[in-house]
């Protein structure tokens, strides 16, 4: 089971970005994700008359290395630890520092 999901409220705990949060727009490989305006970059990109694009000089957000995140616990306003455990048969993420189920 994967630590991090999908539109889950991440915090920053590593990088030139350290203490943004933002949602998980998209994991692109087992170890990178995408976030919500973090980690942008401007990108440079030419005019494609056919579909429309316009050239010039575009922000878009790059990937980010899971370990320079980690999940936002609202209950105590930090980033927390997740661990994985089963409960009714279905394994479910929940905080460390807490004990409780991620999404409750």
């Known amino acids: 089971?994967?630590?991090f999901k999908k539109d889950d409220?991440?915090?920053v705990?590593?990088?030139r970005d350290k203490g943004k949060r933002g949602a998980v727009l998209r994991i692109v490989e087992p170890d990178r994700l995408i976030v919500a305006g973090i980690n942008t970059v401007k990108k440079a990109t030419r005019p494609n008359p056919e579909a429309g694009v316009q050239g010039g000089i575009v922000t878009q957000e790059a990937t980010i290395h899971r370990s320079n995140v980690a999940l936002y616990n609202e209950e105590?306003?930090?980033a927390d630890r997740i661990g994985v455990r089963e409960e009714d048969g279905k394994r479910v993420?929940?905080?460390k520092s807490t004990n409780k189920v991620v999404g409750e």
Do not use: L, N, P, Y
């Open 9 to 11: 409220e991440v915090i």
């Open 13 to 15: 705990i590593a990088g």
């Open 93 to 95: 993420r929940f905080f």
């Open 1 to 3: 089971m994967q630590k």
């Open 76 to 78: 105590t306003g930090k």
